[in-house]
């Protein structure tokens, strides 16, 4: 009995003990770091999966709600929480905290040099590689102005390591930002050809630095940097249509430094249906405030409150042209009807369904709607493939005025470089000069208003807000919206009340809000980060 | 191989000595269905007859039933001797002493056998000098015959089965015992006399101890179970309206915690939890869902047809699942489907329909409610009104002609299906003594309250059992279900629950239809337009079981069982989306001019395989040696499952009316597909013992290989013992048999293990592709870093430890069961909680490495369960409850506090407790804001004030403590079902308490067009209500939102009591049946969901609690009327 027994237990294992072992199972569909990096095409897809997400066109667009240029009505986003000054660490509202690109690009150079020279020539490994080193320091560039100290992680860590590693000093950041962007800039080309077009570039890498000096102060450092995006090799000019710089059949023109690269359903962008007003389909997450359309010079050159020209009833007429392509507003022609936040038949009405709560609504990259209505560049407004830049030319003209201004080094250079802006063929404004602006303190002035005007709702005014110390002023108090009253739907005359103006919000701010607080659970996670002062 | 058998068998040595040892200490009570032969006094006096004639007399004395060879005996005369009133086996001692001869109680009575003998009852077939004759009879219970009963002539291996109309023919010699029985009746035994009809009338047994219990690979009788095994039988499952197999079990087992968390068609399958959370919620952790085994082969609740299931056996304790070691530390079910039986061919048709409704609904403000209310958040925030005073009146007097002032009912526009559901069943079996078949064919339909809800399912099962020879028996299986499933779907964020998501949140303001027809939507767009639109996703889901199982027994008591189990579940999906044009909306006659655009619209196909197959082999030995009964069981098994998708989309059709592929242009189109697999590889066993069936014992282990770890970290051992003593046989115990019929003690210890991760690799470092940019309109595709890797993974482990009690009382009409046990789980697999730093944040980020964490956790609990079945004249009643407590804790974390939102947990929390701030109250003046502690700088009067717990003068994430606990530690279920002449009535209550919930998804919100508010908010606090029960409005301020600032002010007891069901039935009578040529016809109303009890948000389904949501598909409510017919 006991063989039979025996007989048995064999027969058994023989039945399940056949073929292959099932316990040696593997990944069916993911590739694995251990056969990866044996070639120019694992390399490259690797730097591809750097490129994916590096910056969002969302956050270009939306960040302008956390200034006073915009209001965000829909408290689910966010951006208002922080904002009106209710950001807590528990609930930041925006959160920037993230390294998901940095460690990508930390793996990427980590496992590189593993493929051979043989199937990647060095050339093009050090541009690759440079590549990667500029979105990181990109990330980190955004990072230490957010957040101001943060951890500085160079390879990939381990989970221990992610969850006890300290901040480093924003000082040292911005050291190896600056650092970074001078060693990889000699190895990265001045521009791309072909489907290589959209890549970083020297020019990129230089603008960054440019704004990462000005950012921080370093007005020589910012002076000698923008010089060098001036000149030789670089032939960066302004586009003459200022509308047209965001068009997406414009994409890649001679003013873009840097941008996110879309491609409609593949790659695509969704952000610009929920910029766009209701009666058009879109969500008016972005709001203009009145503060932004005031503070646009008049045709005259002058600011609102010193032109006596100025008619606070028809406050969009004779005004810096820059205005009507930035801002939607009552009464203006768009896409062939005259743009109505104030009547009460208006799916476009000021409290409204998706309505602006502001009676205003975002144009830039909406110049045309019918851009991306099965166009090459979108399906429609939410699904788009134009780029959303991130540098363009302008800004480092106005940076290198403004790093000079501070520098108090006031030359010809100065009005010339903000001339430039300003007199772009589509904008037109009349000159400063040095008569009317002589001094630093003037110029200060014009240089924070000029940079405004030119590059509201692209993301940039917080952090000007920030470096300029103006938060107490900017962000406190009503969020106001234009005034109340009516547009001619044939004419698009306004008749508006005096002193009416929608109050979309209330805004209050606390030194603390210079710097954004640590969100909790990675302080939860890691004891060792310590949470910013004052929250 | 050779090596492990070793090992094996090593291990089986020593897990039998611990078990002995642990049965000395430790032990078990049991029920004697025959009274105890020590109650049993006699007066009798012997004098010189023979011992077969002295046993004759004393059988028919002491009623008790003896079993004896009557060749033996009729050579041996008694001594003279007299006894008054003396207890039974003190007369069998002494008729016995000096003879060859002894006594046991056996199953059906006592027993004389010869000493020298090693006695096998059932192999005992000595030839009888008496002649046989033929029996022939009826077997039935109170409603008619039953077919399938087992006759047997005790002690020989003689035996039938009743057939279709109850009717059996038997020969037997006069002064055997024929011994009736089948399952979920008492057995009865009946000596044969001289009578060649005899009619028996069979009792149902409740809770009966002689039942057989499906275990783990076997079976075992009830009274010698030594582990925690809770059961249902089909009797508990019929006639109910249950769309999902895991609804009919809730409330049903002690210990067993089933919610459900939607009533939508085809989606309404409950999350079973068997004594409390073991292992890791949700995705972040391995599964704390039990293993759920289909006739010996794993597959899923939703396969089966509650039609077809005979028998459900819950293992809870380690002891009964070790033998399923890998998978079984959250519990095992094993699901026994009804098989043929002997006897002609029986039909069953069985059917039920009915409606359904929405269980509750959430009783949103009307719209001039809901835009005053607004209005007042916003001036408590300093912005514009949004509504004016006439907007307002507009909203309350409905008087706007053009449709702008509307109160649009957004739920009953969206819920405005009546939802009917049914049910037919038919059932054919039959067989012969070699060869048994079942033949079951069920088809379910049920239509949900939102349109285009629906889903259906075509059950196939058949079963066959045969025996090939006198050694060898094969039995089969093919089980087919074919299920198709549709729901609509929104354009927005393409889904089912957008619609309903949109029905429970978009304003009563906003108008559904402007009298110009233009439909009203809000930024998603328009959950009607959505439903309006031909928009569907569509699954066709088959699914095709079958095992082969062989049973070859080449000697008595040995059985070799090889088995084969294949399972495929394909599932195809359609899902279309349209494109959508919203108009200006206007009074009547206003041009419809386009205004939003939702699209493009795409198509997607889909389609999804998993295949399982399970190798496995199993030998089990029984052998009985005088007293000492032992079993053996080994076995081992290979188990491989992949899984493979893929799916294509194209988008921009010209039009709505084509839903194929090929109708839409390649532009844009794309798509996916991956695969993954994994393997087990077992090896078990399992030993049992009993002396007398007095002291029990079992032994089992396991040892498996799973493919989720590293060589070298792969198996695990599982190992558990149990023992019983069934106290009541002992004779000290007699004089207490009046008062306890019978006492059990049982106590048992175990290891379980778990590898149930949700990534099949978790020790590969793997790299995601698809990670794409675009340069210069060029698409290219990217890697990035996927899952972190960690080697060193393995097992989760589970030592649990139970006892338990199982008396019965009251000549057997009550009985009661106690256990307690204790479930540590150590070095939990859960994925690492890791900060943004490791590239985490985002969606397509780098995901962190299962770890096993190094912690611990425990589950305590008792679970009693009784019941109690008597009857007054023709009134017969049983009433069953049980009831659980379970208290979860964590008893050591290394590295500390873990908190993930709102849930944190933490040395001696409960695992995910909830997580926020204390409230003390409403400010009710300016006055009282100052000076406290503040969450923000717009705090004032109105709001809710938080306790600074660390005292540093602000209200932060320092301040926020243990708010109670989700998960219910109290679990009940109580039926009661009684019967008069032919009607039956039961009722079936479920509950739950002590449970605590904490969700800002309860009470809607105070907004504008995608918000509303439910009646809570109208005790608010203003300026003139400073006493308020509620806080402030507030719309985008944070400090009173219960989820961006959840406090003890939102924690509400969820405790509940839900009428779970009522079925009364009425059988047609005999004689009005027969003259139809049926055999048997019962009507019923049955309903489900009935009535709910329960303090909390009476719009919210309190079974929901904390993971409830005011979007969610409620449950539903059933009435239906239903019909059985036997022909």
């Given at each position: ?57 969302d956050?270009?667009i939306y960040?302008d709600c956390?200034?006073d240029n915009g209001i965000d009505q829909f408290p689910w986003e966010g951006y208002e929480t922080?904002a009106s ?185 969704w952000v610009l249906g929920a910029a766009l007003p209701n009666s058009y389909g879109g969500w008016s997450s972005m709001a203009p405030t009145q503060s932004l359309v005031d ?18 009833l028809?406050p969009y ?6 205005l009507d392509?930035t801002v939607i507003h009552p009464g203006l022609s768009y896409m062939g009807a005259y743009f109505d936040p104030l009547s009460a038949t208006s799916s476009d009405l000021v409290g409204n369904n998706n309505a602006s709560p502001t009676g205003y609504n975002f144009k830039k990259y909406l110049a045309n709607i019918d851009?991306y209505n ?6 429609d407004v939410w ?74 709702g ?20 009503d969020v106001k919206g234009s005034l109340k009253g009516s547009v001619n739907a044939t004419t698009g005359a306004l008749t508006l009340t005096p002193n009416s103006n929608f109050v979309a919000g209330n805004r ?28 | ?363 949103f403000l009307p719209s001039w409610q809901q835009a005053l209310l607004y209005n007042e958040a916003r001036a408590n925030e300093g912005a514009s009104l949004r509504w004016s005073d006439t907007d307002i009146q507009l909203f309350k007097d409905g008087s706007d002609q053009t449709g702008a002032h509307p109160n649009t009912d957004w739920i009953?526009l969206i ?75 929104s354009t927005y964020a393409?889904?089912?629950?957008q619609i309903?998501r949109g029905a429970n949140r978009i304003s009563n303001t906003v108008p559904a239809r402007w009298e110009n027809g233009a439909l009203g939507y809000v930024s998603d767009g328009s959950p009607l337009a959505w439903l309006e639109s ?45 494109d959508i044009q919203y108009y200006k909306g206007g009074a009547a006659g206003t041009p419809l001019t386009p205004t939003k655009l939702e699209s ?404 809607g919100r105070v907004g504008p067009d995608v918000e509303k508010p439910t009646?809570?908010f ?15 409005l507030w719309y985008s301020y ?73 979007n ?16």
């Amino acid at each position: 009995m006991k063989k039979k027994l025996i007989y048995i237990i064999l027969a058994t294992a023989v039945l399940t003990g056949c073929k292959k072992d099932v316990l040696d199972t593997k990944p069916l569909d993911k590739y694995s770091n251990l056969t990866l990096w044996s070639s120019k095409a694992d390399a490259n897809a690797a730097l591809t999966g750097c490129y994916s997400g590096w910056e969002l066109g969302d956050n270009v667009i939306y960040d302008d709600c956390i200034s006073d240029n915009g209001i965000d009505q829909f408290p689910w986003e966010g951006y208002e929480t922080f904002a009106s000054g209710l950001a807590s660490p528990s609930d930041p509202g925006v959160n920037k905290y993230s390294y998901t690109t940095i460690q990508r690009c930390n793996w990427f150079l980590d496992n590189v040099d593993k493929v051979p020279v043989s199937a990647l020539d060095n050339t093009l490994k050090t541009r690759m590689k440079s590549e990667a080193r500029f979105l990181r320091a990109y990330k980190y560039a955004i990072l230490s102005q957010v957040y101001g100290d943060v951890p500085l992680a160079l390879h990939n860590l381990t989970a221990d390591q992610a969850n006890t590693i300290t901040r480093s000093p924003k000082t040292q950041i911005v050291d190896f930002v600056l650092q970074e962007l001078a060693s990889i800039a000699p190895s990265l080309p001045v521009s791309y050809s072909g489907s290589d077009i959209g890549r970083i570039t020297r020019g990129a890498a230089l603008a960054l630095k440019a704004r990462v000096e000005l950012f921080n102060a370093k007005y020589t450092e910012c002076i000698a940097t923008s010089q060098q995006l001036m000149t030789g090799p670089f032939s960066y000019s302004l586009f003459p249509d200022y509308e047209g710089i965001f068009r997406p059949q414009n994409s890649n023109n001679q003013e873009v430094i840097l941008d996110v690269q879309y491609l409609q359903n593949d790659n695509a962008e969704w952000v610009l249906g929920a910029a766009l007003p209701n009666s058009y389909g879109g969500w008016s997450s972005m709001a203009p405030t009145q503060s932004l359309v005031d503070a646009y010079e008049t045709k005259n050159g002058k600011t609102i409150q010193q032109d006596g020209s100025y008619n606070a009833l028809q406050p969009y007429s004779n005004r810096d042209p820059r205005l009507d392509a930035t801002v939607i507003h009552p009464g203006l022609s768009y896409m062939g009807a005259y743009f109505d936040p104030l009547s009460a038949t208006s799916s476009d009405l000021v409290g409204n369904n998706n309505a602006s709560p502001t009676g205003y609504n975002f144009k830039k990259y909406l110049a045309n709607i019918d851009d991306y209505n099965n166009t090459a560049y979108g399906t429609d407004v939410w699904n788009t493939g134009g780029s959303i830049i991130v540098i363009r030319y302008a800004e480092i003209l106005l940076g290198y005025a403004e790093a000079k201004i501070e520098a108090n080094q006031i030359d010809a250079s100065v009005y010339n470089a903000i001339n430039q802006v300003r007199q772009r063929p589509t904008v037109n404004m009349p000159a400063v000069t040095a008569a009317l602006y002589p001094d630093q303190a003037s110029l200060r002035v014009l240089i924070r208003r000029e940079r405004r005007a030119e590059l509201a709702g692209e993301g940039l005014r917080w952090y000007d807000i920030q470096r300029w110390k103006i938060g107490e002023q900017a962000l406190s108090g009503d969020v106001k919206g234009s005034l109340k009253g009516s547009v001619n739907a044939t004419t698009g005359a306004l008749t508006l009340t005096p002193n009416s103006n929608f109050v979309a919000g209330n805004r209050t701010f606390d030194a603390k809000n210079y710097l954004w607080p640590i969100p909790q659970k990675e302080i939860d996670i890691n004891h060792a980060l310590k949470q910013n002062p004052g929250y | 191989m050779n090596q492990k058998l070793q090992t094996l068998t090593r291990r089986i040595a020593k897990l039998g000595i611990v078990a002995m040892l642990s049965a000395v200490s430790l032990g078990t009570w049991a029920i004697n269905r025959i009274q105890d032969i020590r109650t049993v006094k006699v007066s009798i006096s012997f004098n010189g007859e023979t011992l077969e004639k002295a046993f004759g007399r004393l059988s028919e004395v002491s009623k008790m039933p003896f079993n004896y060879n009557h060749n033996e005996l009729r050579k041996i005369s008694t001594k003279q001797l007299a006894f008054k009133n003396e207890p039974l086996p003190q007369v069998l001692n002494a008729i016995l002493n000096g003879t060859q001869f002894q006594y046991k109680e056996g199953e059906s009575g006592v027993i004389i056998f010869k000493t020298e003998e090693k006695h096998d009852q059932r192999t005992n077939s000595t030839v009888s000098a008496a002649d046989p004759i033929t029996i022939k009879g009826i077997v039935s219970d109170n409603a008619g015959p039953i077919p399938g009963v087992s006759v047997m002539v005790k002690g020989t291996g003689k035996g039938t089965l009743t057939a279709g109309d109850g009717s059996f023919s038997i020969r037997a010699e006069k002064g055997e015992v024929l011994v009736f029985s089948t399952l979920g009746y008492k057995t009865k035994e009946i000596t044969v006399d001289n009578q060649t009809t005899i009619n028996v009338l069979l009792e149902a047994s409740v809770n009966s101890l002689e039942d057989v219990v499906v275990v783990g690979y076997g079976q075992q009788k009830k009274i010698n179970l030594t582990g925690a095994v809770g059961t249902i039988s089909s009797k508990d499952i019929d006639n109910r309206p249950v769309t999902n197999l895991t609804n009919a079990i809730q409330g049903k087992v002690a210990g067993v915690n089933i919610t459900t968390s939607t009533g939508q068609p085809g989606r309404d399958a409950g999350t079973i939890r068997i004594r409390g959370i073991g292992t890791g919620l949700g995705s972040g952790g391995a599964s704390a869902a039990p293993i759920v085994i289909i006739d010996g082969v794993p597959g899923a609740m939703g396969d089966v047809n509650p039609n077809d299931i005979e028998n459900i056996s819950v293992l809870k304790d380690a002891a009964s699942s070790a033998i399923y070691g890998a998978r079984a530390s959250n519990g095992v079910i094993l699901i026994t489907t009804k098989k043929g039986k002997e006897g002609g061919v029986q039909l069953k048709y069985d059917m039920y329909a009915g409606p359904q409704q929405i269980m509750k609904q959430p009783d949103f403000l009307p719209s001039w409610q809901q835009a005053l209310l607004y209005n007042e958040a916003r001036a408590n925030e300093g912005a514009s009104l949004r509504w004016s005073d006439t907007d307002i009146q507009l909203f309350k007097d409905g008087s706007d002609q053009t449709g702008a002032h509307p109160n649009t009912d957004w739920i009953s526009l969206i819920f405005s299906e009546t939802g009917w559901q049914q049910n037919h069943n038919v059932n054919i079996s039959g067989g012969d003594q070699k060869s048994k078949y079942l033949v079951s064919l069920g088809y379910f339909d049920q239509n949900g309250n939102v349109k285009e809800t629906r889903y259906q399912k075509y059950n196939a099962l058949f079963n066959v059992n045969s025996q090939l020879t006198p050694k060898l028996g094969l039995s089969a299986k093919l089980g087919f279900l074919y299920a198709p499933f549709s729901e609509p779907v929104s354009t927005y964020a393409t889904s089912f629950g957008q619609i309903i998501r949109g029905a429970n949140r978009i304003s009563n303001t906003v108008p559904a239809r402007w009298e110009n027809g233009a439909l009203g939507y809000v930024s998603d767009g328009s959950p009607l337009a959505w439903l309006e639109s031909p928009s569907f996703n569509k699954w066709q889901n088959y699914t095709i079981n079958g095992n082969v199982a062989g049973d070859w027994s080449p000697l008595q008591g040995l059985h070799f069982k090889p088995s084969f189990g294949y399972r495929l579940a394909l599932g195809q999906q359609q899902q279309y989306v349209s494109d959508i044009q919203y108009y200006k909306g206007g009074a009547a006659g206003t041009p419809l001019t386009p205004t939003k655009l939702e699209s493009p619209n795409n198509l997607t196909n889909a389609t999804d395989r998993t295949t399982y197959t399970l190798l496995q082999g199993v030998a089990d030995y029984e052998k009985n040696i005088g007293k000492h009964n032992f079993k053996v069981l080994i076995g081992a098994s290979q188990e491989y499952s992949i899984y493979n998708y893929f799916s294509a989309q194209r988008q921009n059709f010209l039009n709505n009316e084509l839903t194929q592929i090929n109708a839409a242009p390649a532009l844009g189109q794309s798509t996916s597909g991956y695969a993954n697999d994994w393997g087990l590889k077992s090896v078990f066993g399992r030993l049992n013992y009993n002396f007398n069936e007095k002291y029990l014992l079992e032994a089992n282990f396991r040892f498996d290989g799973s493919s989720r770890f590293a060589k070298g970290h792969r198996w695990g051992k599982f190992p558990a013992v149990s023992a019983g003593w069934i106290i009541s046989k002992e004779d000290f115990f007699a004089g207490a048999l009046n008062a306890v019929n019978s006492l059990k003690l049982r106590a048992s210890w175990g290891k379980l293990g778990n590898q149930q991760i949700a990534n099949n690799y978790a020790y590969f470092e793997s790299i995601t592709g698809g990670q794409t940019y675009s340069f210069n309109q060029t698409l290219v595709t990217g890697l990035t870093p996927g899952d972190g890797a960690n080697p060193l993974l393995q097992w989760e482990k589970t030592q649990s430890i139970g006892v338990g009690i199982d008396a019965t009382f009251l000549d057997n009409k009550l009985d009661v069961s106690l256990d307690y046990f204790e479930k540590k789980t150590s070095n939990p697999l859960l994925r690492t909680q890791a900060g943004a730093v490791l590239g985490t944040s985002g969606t397509t980020s780098f995901v962190p490495p299962y770890v096993n964490v190094d912690g611990e956790m425990v589950n305590k609990g008792i679970e009693v369960s009784a019941g109690y079945k008597n009857n007054a004249g023709e009134f017969t009643y049983n009433i069953n409850g049980n009831f659980s407590f379970t208290k979860n804790e964590v008893t050591k974390l290394t590295g500390g506090k873990v908190i993930n939102d709102n849930t944190f947990y933490d040395v001696g929390t409960p695992f995910y407790s909830l997580y926020g701030y204390e409230a003390l109250g409403i400010y009710k003046t300016q006055a009282a804001v100052t000076e406290t502690a503040v969450l923000n700088n717009k705090v004032a009067a109105g709001d809710i004030q938080y306790k600074d717990q660390n005292n540093d003068g602000k209200i932060d994430a320092q301040d926020k403590v243990y708010l109670g606990n989700y998960y219910p530690k109290i679990a009940y279920g109580l039926s009661f079902s009684s019967g008069w002449k032919n009607f039956e009535l039961s009722l079936f209550f479920q509950g739950a308490a002590a449970v605590k919930a904490m969700g800002g998804n309860l009470i809607g919100r105070v907004g504008p067009d995608v918000e509303k508010p439910t009646s809570v908010f109208l005790d608010r606090w203003t300026p003139t209500n400073t006493d308020a029960s509620f806080p402030r409005l507030w719309y985008s301020y944070k400090q009173n939102d219960p989820t961006g600032t959840p406090s003890s002010f939102w924690v509400k007891d969820a405790s509940y009591l839900r009428l779970k069901n009522v079925t009364f039935a009425y059988t047609l009578p005999k004689n009005v049946v027969n003259r139809l040529g049926l055999n048997k016809v019962k009507v019923y109303y049955s309903g489900q969901n009935l009535l709910t009890f329960t303090s909390f948000y009476k719009w919210i389904d309190p079974e929901l609690g904390s993971a409830g949501s005011i979007n969610n598909y409620p449950q539903v409510l059933v009435n239906t009327l239903g019909l059985n017919v036997t022909f």
